[in-house]
Every structure is written in C-alpha cells, then in structure tokens.
C-alpha cells in the first residue's frame, strides 16, 4: 500500500512538470458493434499495418494508418496479445499462432494456452508474454523468465523476480521485472539491469528505439540507444492497455480508442542530448580481458558497419558486425576464449571513417 501512494506521489509530481505535449492524434477504431462490455485488449503494429484486437470480436487490421479496417476470422476461442513489430507472430488466448503474411494465412506455434501451464513439478505458472530471440521462445511468467524449447520449459529468474513484460530487437531481449528493465545482449544468456524502477512497464521496440509505458497514467520511459539511455515523459493519456512502435509513430490503446504520436515530435527535446554526434569507438571494457570483453561504438546516421578483430599482422580473427545499422549507440560482446594472449586490434569500418583501438587479451 505504501509503495503504491509513493509511485502516484511520484508521478502526480511528475505529471505536471513533464507532460509531453508533442502532437498525438486519435485515429479510427475498428468498427466494433455496439456493446458495453467490449473492449480493446492489445495493439500492434507492422509496418503500415495495424493490428487491434478485442475480447469479443477477434481481430481487425488496417494497412491505412485507420482510415479502413478489415475483420480477420480465426477459428479460436480468443485472442489475446500480440508479439513485437517485424516478427509477424501473434499469441492468442486458447491457441498461440503466427502469420508471414499479415493475417492471410496462420501457422500453429503450438506453445501451451497462455493463462496457466505448469512447469515441470512447479506452482502453476502465469504467462503474462512472450516473445522471439534468435531460436529461443521466451515467455514472461510470476515466477521469472522461462525459455520454451521443444515442449520443455527451462526457466532462469532474474534477482528471483516475475517478469511482465518482453520486447526483443535483433539479439537484444528486454525484460521489465519489479525493479526496473533488464537487458540482455545474447538473447538471454547473460542480463545487466539498463532501468531502475520500481513499478512495471510494458515495453516495444524497433530498431534502436525502446520505449516502457507505466499504464495507470501514461508515463513513458524512451531509449534511443537499445536502453543505453533513457528519458521519462507523459502521454496525457491515462488507463493505456498497450503500446507498440514502428518507424514513425507509437500507437497506445485505450479501452475502446486508438492514438498515435509522431516518434520524431516525442524526443525532440531528447535528440540533441541523446542521439551520437559523430563516429565513436569506445576502448573496450575490462581492458585486458579474460576471455570476454565489450566492446561499444556509436553512428551518428544509418551506416554500412563493420567491427572486426584482427592480429597484430592485420589477419582478420572474427567479424562481430557487418550489415547496415541505423544511427544509435551499440554494444557487443567478443569472446576470445580460443585466442592465445596478446596485443589484438578492433576495428570499426563505415563509409566515412575506420577507426582502430587495442585491446589486450591475458590468460
């Protein structure tokens, strides 16, 4: 109870003094039928598509920001959230299904019904969500984070904490615990705490953004930086049921309304301190290393990117990155445990500039 009046204390404080009042729009809902007791339960986003779900007419998708909807019919029970932006996957309620095509057709994921399963010999277990990280399954359970691996659940509890919530861009896993978000860099091999909270968020991403929304009363929390940095605003709207994100807007849901806000007018007054200014290839940490060490680099515009480790001789020993990036702030991990000591280089490579640090591996 007392730590319940502190958070609203908080953000009743907070609330006056930090509102963002960038522009947010209120787009068409789905044309639900008339009916009291219906209501929006999840919200996502595809690209230009757009995603809503409610508890009683299944889902609805516009490919038009809202302007029109289309009814999908599915033979299930219910549906009831949905995965993150780009994975196409969706998780119903009596059955958990994905789509490559946008709602045209449905393959069976055949992960057990969300609301109870039981794991190995445990308590009955409350999945609250579930995402995709590389080949793993995760799910977001009262009792932490569990992995779902061929009909075998291996589960690991972070500071022995639920979970609420996951969010995965690329290798990146997201998890918002009781504490604050955690993050992992090797889709849940290994976590560091990016947040400290005490309250839970439902989080989204895309690309380098990630953002958490504390629902009561709009409170956003954003990162530019794959949760390197973060800044808090509002959204003015409260009693949110979910978020999600794409290039251009975040879009909320109420119980029955549907809003977006322009991602660019949400952190203008973020961008000039947050986002990298120029070329960056930080020395990597620990430094000398044994067997594992970090390595970050910042770009300041989409870029070709390549970061590779080379010997002294300037033989290539590994690739760690090589792709386009958009602009951001990065972190990777290398593992030289197959390496002998010595002086190694690292090596950024974009378009406009090479950059080259030392490093010292000591066994």
Request: hydrophobic share 40%.
């Amino acid at each position: 109870m007392i730590l319940h009046l502190r958070v609203r204390l908080f953000f009743l404080i907070l609330f006056f003094t930090n509102i963002c009042y960038s522009q947010w729009t209120k787009i068409n809902p789905p044309p639900f039928p008339p009916n009291p007791d219906l209501m929006i339960l999840a919200i996502e986003v595809n690209g230009n598509n757009i995603f809503v779900i409610s508890n009683q007419t299944g889902i609805y998708l516009s490919s038009d920001y809202g302007a029109n909807w289309n009814s999908i019919s599915l033979n299930v029970y219910n549906v009831n959230s949905f995965l993150k932006p780009g994975t196409k996957k969706f998780k119903l309620h009596w059955s958990s299904l994905a789509t490559t095509d946008n709602g045209n057709s449905w393959i069976n994921l055949t992960i057990p019904r969300n609301n109870s399963i039981g794991v190995h010999d445990m308590k009955i277990t409350s999945i609250s969500d579930f995402d995709v990280c590389g080949d793993k399954i995760f799910l977001a359970s009262n009792i932490g984070l569990l992995q779902y691996k061929q009909a075998i659940f291996d589960y690991s509890i972070i500071n022995n904490q639920p979970v609420s919530s996951i969010a995965v861009n690329d290798s990146y896993l997201f998890i918002s615990a009781p504490d604050g978000i955690y993050r992992s860099l090797d889709c849940g091999n290994t976590f560091q705490k990016v947040l400290n909270l005490d309250y839970y968020l439902k989080l989204a991403t895309f690309n380098n953004f990630v953002i958490g929304c504390y629902y009561p009363n709009g409170a956003i929390w954003i990162s530019y930086d794959n949760g390197i940095t973060w800044t808090q605003k509002f959204l003015n709207v409260t009693n949110i049921i979910d978020i999600s994100v794409n290039d251009k807007y975040l879009f909320f849901a109420t119980k029955d309304n549907i809003w977006q806000a322009q991602i660019d007018n949400l952190l203008t007054d973020v961008k000039d301190e947050y986002l990298p200014q120029e070329y960056l290839l930080s020395q990597n940490y620990p430094n000398p290393f044994n067997p594992i060490t970090t390595i970050n680099y910042q770009i300041p515009k989409q870029s070709k990117v390549t970061l590779k480790v080379i010997d002294m001789l300037g033989r290539e020993i590994e690739t760690l990155v090589n792709g386009e990036k958009p602009f951001g702030s990065y972190s990777v991990k290398f593992d030289g445990s197959k390496l002998s000591s010595g002086i190694y280089f690292y090596q950024l490579i974009t378009n406009e500039k090479v950059i080259t640090k030392k490093f010292v591996l000591m066994k």
